[in-house]
């Protein structure tokens, strides 16, 4: 009888090079690495995790942070109703920053954290290891806490509030400025320029708003006419210019209000320069040409 030597045979699985939910997970926590939720906002190790978001040069990065603070489970600045006093300085929350303050409209940027206040037009703040038991005086912006401090939406608030320029100048707070089109009826809309203010936070964009009620399909043109915008930010020494040079804008199809962003800082500014246009397309039943607002300018 003949004998057979046995044959190992040994089946090797190929690995897909996939990265499972915790490794993705894990990239994307490297990638806001000191950001992190605590007593239910967000949280902001140091002041250059902050500033890494909202300095950036690109607008995505706010819009990418923005999707990813909602998935850290605190409950934004837009989960709750905030009825705002009827005044002509009272400002809507910005599309961005509602998204990464809590409810309460409280953040933790350091060592500290902010209550910006848009009714009362202040910004109080409370050093975030007195939070256990000022927390709800912070929110209240209960001044007879002596551990709370206020300031303006006006002020560069980090800057003063960690030992740096407290020198102020000539600069606005927040404001919307448009023109109107269509006026009445169901094609009306409207070009703004806005200045938020928020103490903590300051963007400029140009905007192009739905009015009317128009159920076709529509789409908006921006344009900056002078084909320059030049912002100054504070402090009044500072001679740091945002210029940005962006022609003719076409914004996406059926979108209310599309938002180009021309600033976003830690730091209000000191004077701008900035003209917009905006004209829009209203495509159905038939194609309405291009009917244009009034320009909008902005020089301070």
């Known amino acids: 009888m003949e004998v057979y030597p046995l044959v190992g045979i040994t089946i090797v699985a190929c690995k897909k090079d996939e990265k499972q939910p915790n490794e993705q997970n894990e990239i994307i926590n490297a990638k ?3 950001i992190s939720v605590s007593n239910n906002m967000l949280k902001f190790e140091k002041l250059e995790d902050y500033f890494a978001i909202v ?6 990065v ?3 942070f923005a999707e990813y603070a909602g998935t850290l489970g605190f409950k934004n600045y837009f989960s709750k109703t905030h009825i705002l006093a009827k005044s002509e300085s009272s400002q809507e929350m910005d599309d961005f920053f509602g998204q990464i303050i809590n409810e309460d409209a409280c953040i933790q940027i350091g060592q500290h954290i902010y209550n910006i206040d848009l009714t009362k037009e202040r910004v109080f703040v409370l050093n975030s290891d007195k939070v256990t038991l000022g927390y709800n005086d912070l929110v209240a ?14 002020d560069d608030v980090l800057n003063i509030v960690n030992g740096g320029i407290t020198e102020k100048c000539a600069s606005p707070g927040g404001f919307e400025v448009f023109s109107t089109s269509g006026a009445g009826t169901s094609l009306e809309f409207r070009s703004m320029i806005k200045l938020f203010s928020a103490g903590v936070y300051y963007r400029v964009t140009g905007r192009t708003k739905k009015i009317g009620g128009y159920v ?3 789409r908006f043109l921006l344009s900056v006419v002078v084909n320059t915008a030049n912002i100054h930010r504070r402090p009044c020494t500072n001679t740091d210019v945002t210029t940005h040079l962006i022609g003719i804008k076409s914004n996406t199809l059926n979108v209310s209000e599309p938002t180009w962003e021309a600033y976003s800082k830690a730091w209000n500014v000191k004077n701008m320069s900035m003209i917009i246009r905006s004209d829009a397309q209203f495509i159905t039943p038939a194609v309405i040409a291009y ?3 009034p320009n909008v300018t902005v020089n301070f």
Request: aromatic fraction near 10%.
């Open 32 to 34: 806001y690495r000191g």
């Open 291 to 293: 009917p244009s607002a």
């Open 55 to 60: 300095n950036n040069e690109s607008s995505d």
């Open 62 to 64: 706010r819009v990418k």
């Open 216 to 218: 076709g399909d529509y």
């Open 141 to 154: 912006g209960n001044l007879s806490n002596k551990d709370i401090s206020e300031y303006q939406l006006t």
